[in-house]
Structure formats: structure tokens, C-alpha cells
């Protein structure tokens, strides 16, 4: 008997309540101020087949890409039929699935009856994967073999048994084994707590139900993206943004896209972009997919379950060894500088289609600052953050500030948490005034934030970008601010370069950042005085 859309949407909501469960399992049981506080993990739920269908409430960079990742080690990979229930696959490898190898991936396929209804999946940003620089984010790095330790897909529990062997080899090829094995750990608990989730959702529906279920959901999400299509105008519609450079060859690198809407699909042709660079900001399919994805998602004008159904509608075009495709061996480390700027480029051309519904750009990159310290008897303690900027104004409304937008859904590492744990003191802090862009609508603040090494020496990493190329305006606003990066030693300003390997800093050394605001929305001409004023008295002018 086929299932009602009351019971449809029971499940629905189950799956969705499963993956809820595993995201908080990482939360309580990780060990790393990047996955416990920053909160650099996504967790999701997926058809027999392979593809998403449910997920938790993290990092669209992340959720976008895992069904992708899943289905590349199900064609090229791993053997469905020989994937035991109580075995678990894990890769890291950017051309076997992955995105960096930062963010290792684990799925585990759930049975029910000895009928495979689903696979739990968990990805987790790991504080460090070894390679040329502490955190594993290496700024000149131009090979994919500079980046760390690559995990090819592999069964990491077997029959029930981890693999020791394998186990032992990462825990000796990165920093802080005790922190990236114990995130690692709570990965895997996750995957069971998953995987009891929808066995005990099975026990009443029936491994009928649950593949029945799947396959609806999909369908449903798909109608309403084409709904949601339909209701844009149908044109071809272009826009293009640059990144400040790869951090290796010093020039400009271009992203473009052509969106062309035809009734109820869209296409986007990427093959603009610029060729693949020397350096590590490439991106796989997977990867820049996500990109297109979330914001065509963003745009639409009614709620819809986020999940592959929503993609079905969505053809996306690349040119093989662009920065968007880029091929092996290339460099990927801060692949989410392209990913972000083409969000910039996908609200562009969303805006001429729907232009009451999308904002200025956001700040658009992920300010990641890495701190390696070093004690005088050469312990050795590391920091990843991951700093945010200023959303984009929209039609109506200001820009958020300092808000985490777009391809990521980040929290801060508390000031706290960092004092106590390594020798770093945050000594300043806070909304950088003027760093929104001007408009009828104010683009949201930038933040400002400040480090002083309290070791004898330490390492400093620097992936960032919107130095050279600030958030765009829109309707007449004004773009938003460009970020500073700077060393202040003895009171002397010096500026490091926002694309930085190995920056030897010494006690009582301070690092300052500030990051961009959001571009504004309307001519400034035209904004409220009551807006001037209030923004006068809270300090954002």
C-alpha cells in the first residue's frame, strides 16, 4: 500500500530530526575549537541510491557537495553490494569525492531487513591533515601532494572492526593527532546514532516505506523548485567578479557565468572562468556545483526541502581545466575562495532575473588566519579561524553585520576558548565602523579582530581575499570595504600579504584583521535621515 502525504511528510521530517541528531552528536562529543566552537562539520541523510535527502542546519559548502561525493565512491570507488552494515568508507581526496583534505568524509549504509534503505553520511573540517603549513591550509601551496595526508576511499571499520593500521597512519602524519582522531571518533558515533534513527523509523514503516518515502521526497522537492523557476522570467542573464589572485602567480583571476532560465530549468555556463591557477584555490565539480546550487535555492520565493531533488532542474556547464574544474594535481586548499565568489557572481545574475529579491554582495571569502605557536620547549600548539564580514543590503532592508552568509554557516571560537587553551590573546575585537557599503540601504559591517602571540615564536597562515576587489553594490550602492591584514610590532604597522605561508612572528607580536562589509543596496542619496541617524548613534558610520 502506498504511503499518504501525511505519512510522507512524518518521515520527512524524521530523516531530517536524524540528521539533527548526528550534527549534535559531533557538537557535544568533538575536541577541536574548529569543530566544537567554530562548528566546521555538516551531517545528512541519503537515498539507497546515493543522494541527499535529508540534512542538518550547517554548511552549504558542505551539504551540496556530500551527495556528489557519496556518488562518485558508489560509480568509481566502492562495491554497494559488497558495503557491509557495519562498515564505514572515509576519503578525503578532492579527486575521488572530496572537497580539501581538510574535510574528511565517513558514510556507513544502513540496512533494515537485510534491504539497504539509506546512508548515513558526516564531514568534519580537521584541525590539521599535515602537509607544508600548520592547519593544513598552505597559501603557496601547487600540488595537491604539498596539502597533507590524502585518505584514498578506504573501509575504515570493517566488518565491525577499525582499522588499526590505517587508524595509526593519519594519527602520525598530522599535527595534533589527539584533537583530529578524537573529531574524527566523534564522526563515527555519529554515523550510529544515524543509522539507529532510521532503523527505528523503519521498525514502523517498513524498509518499503523508507525507500518509498525517499523516492517522494526527492520528487516533491524537484516539483517546487520547477515551480519556483517557472514563476522567474525566462532570459539569459551574465555577470562576472574577480578574485584578488591564486597567492602564487600574482594575477587576477576571473569568474564568469551566463544563466539562461527556460520555463521550469535553469543552465549555467561556467566556462568563462578563468583556466585552473598554480595556485590553491581550484575547485572540482563538486565543489563549484555547490556554489550554483545554494544560490539558485536562496533565490526562490517559497520553502522547499533542500536536498538532491532540488539540483534536478539545474544543469551546470564547465570547461575542463578551469579554476571550476580544475584537474589533478592541482592545488585545492582554499577552494572556498572560488566557491564564495561564485555566489557573488550567481546573486548577480539572480538579481536581473529577480532583482526584488537579492541582495548586494556579501562579504564573499573566508578570512582563514592559522596560528601555529611555538613554546620555548617546542611544544607546539595550533589555531585555525575562520573570520566572516558583512552581508550584502537588500532591497529593503540593511546588511547584516559580521554575520556568517553564503557558503558557510560558521560560528566564532569564543575569546575564551582560545586564552585557555594556547598562548594567544585577543586584545581587540569588534564591528568595523564605515566598512559597509553606502546605499539607500547600508551594507552590513566588516569586524575587526586582533591576535598577540604570547609564545616565544609561532607561524602565521593567511587564505584570504576582497583585498584587491571589494563586495559589489547594487540599484546604485556602494561596494563595500577591502580587508587589511597587518603585523604591529613596537607600535610599527607592517602589512602581511592576505595570501601568506610562514610568517614568523615573536612574542608580544599582534596580528590585526579587518574584513569587508556588504555592498549597498539603492543610491545613498536617498536614505533616511532616521537611518543616518540611527546609524550615527550606534557607531556604524
Known amino acids: 500500500m502506498s504511503l499518504g502525504p501525511i505519512e510522507i511528510e512524518v518521515i520527512r521530517n524524521a530523516l531530517t ?6 550534527d549534535v552528536t559531533i557538537w557535544r562529543t568533538s575536541r577541536s575549537t574548529i569543530v566544537r566552537e567554530l562548528l566546521d562539520y555538516s551531517t545528512a541523510v541519503f537515498d539507497a541510491e546515493g543522494n541527499n535527502v535529508a540534512q542538518s542546519a550547517r554548511i552549504p559548502q558542505h551539504l ?70 600548520p592547519g593544513s591550509y598552505a597559501a603557496t601551496a601547487t600540488e595537491v601532494f604539498q596539502e597533507g595526508l590524502r585518505i584514498p576511499p578506504l573501509k575504515l571499520i570493517e566488518k565491525g572492526v577499525l582499522n588499526q593500521s590505517v587508524w595509526a597512519m593519519i594519527g602520525q602524519n598530522v599535527r595534533k593527532p589527539t584533537l583530529m582522531l578524537g573529531d574524527l571518533q ?42 519556483a523557476i517557472r514563476a522567474m522570467p525566462d532570459g539569459r542573464y551574465e555577470f562576472e567578479d574577480c578574485l584578488d589572485e591564486d597567492g602564487v602567480s600574482g594575477q587576477v583571476v576571473r569568474l564568469h557565468a551566463v544563466m539562461t532560465i527556460a520555463g521550469d530549468e535553469i543552465s549555467v555556463d561556467l566556462t568563462g572562468c578563468a583556466d585552473q591557477q598554480r595556485g590553491p584555490i581550484n575547485c572540482t565539480p563538486a565543489m563549484s556545483n555547490c ?26 556547464i ?27 557572481v550567481m546573486f548577480g545574475c539572480l538579481h536581473q532575473a529577480v532583482p526584488e529579491r537579492m541582495p548586494a554582495a556579501y562579504y564573499g571569502g573566508s578570512y582563514v588566519a592559522t596560528f601555529q605557536t611555538i613554546a620555548a620547549d617546542n611544544r607546539r600548539e595550533v589555531l585555525v579561524e575562520i573570520e566572516i564580514g558583512g552581508t550584502g543590503a537588500a532591497p529593503a532592508k540593511d546588511g547584516v553585520n559580521a554575520w556568517s552568509f553564503g557558503m558557510h554557516n560558521n560560528s566564532n571560537i569564543p575569546v575564551e ?44 597562515t593567511a587564505n584570504m ?37 610562514g610568517v614568523m612572528l615573536q612574542k608580544g607580536d599582534v596580528v590585526r584583521l ?24 550606534l557607531g556604524y558610520a
Open 17 to 22: 530530526a536524524a540528521a539533527a541528531e548526528m
Open 64 to 133: 551540496n557537495s556530500m551527495g556528489a561525493a557519496l556518488r562518485t565512491l558508489l560509480d568509481r570507488f566502492v562495491d554497494a553490494d559488497a558495503w557491509g552494515e557495519d562498515e564505514v568508507v572515509a576519503t578525503n581526496d578532492p579527486y575521488c569525492g572530496a572537497q580539501h583534505l581538510n574535510d574528511v568524509l565517513v558514510f556507513k549504509p544502513v540496512f533494515v531487513e537485510g534491504v539497504r534503505v539509506a546512508y548515513v553520511g558526516a564531514l568534519c573540517h580537521h584541525i590539521d591533515m599535515g602537509g607544508m603549513a
Open 186 to 227: 566523534s564522526q563515527l558515533a555519529s554515523l550510529d546514532v544515524g543509522a539507529a534513527s532510521i532503523r527505528r523509523l523503519a521498525a514502523r514503516y517498513g524498509s518499503a516505506g523508507i525507500l518509498e518515502a525517499c523516492v517522494r521526497i526527492l520528487d516533491m522537492s524537484e516539483a517546487a523548485m520547477r515551480a
Open 291 to 316: 556554489a550554483v546550487y545554494y544560490s539558485i535555492i536562496a533565490a526562490t520565493d517559497g520553502a522547499m526541502p533542500a536536498n538532491a531533488g532540488c539540483y534536478r532542474p539545474i544543469r551546470i
Open 318 to 344: 564547465h570547461r575542463e581545466g578551469s579554476v571550476t574544474h580544475c584537474q589533478a594535481p592541482a592545488s585545492v586548499a582554499h577552494r572556498v575562495a572560488v566557491s564564495h565568489r561564485l555566489a557573488n
Open 417 to 460: 576558548m582560545i586564552e585557555s587553551s594556547m598562548p594567544l590573546s585577543i586584545t581587540r575585537y569588534g564591528l568595523l565602523p564605515g566598512s559597509g557599503g553606502a546605499g539607500q540601504y547600508r551594507g552590513g559591517l566588516g569586524l575587526f579582530r586582533e591576535w598577540r602571540v604570547e609564545s616565544p615564536s609561532a607561524v602565521f
Open 465 to 501: 581575499d576582497r583585498f584587491r576587489f571589494p563586495p559589489y553594490g547594487l540599484a546604485g550602492g556602494a561596494p563595500g570595504s577591502l580587508g587589511r591584514l597587518l603585523r604591529i610590532r613596537d607600535g610599527v604597522e607592517t602589512p602581511i600579504a592576505p595570501k601568506s605561508d
Open 514 to 537: 579587518e574584513t569587508s562589509g556588504g555592498g549597498g543596496f539603492g543610491a545613498g542619496s536617498v536614505r533616511s535621515g532616521e537611518a543616518r541617524d540611527r546609524d550615527a548613534a
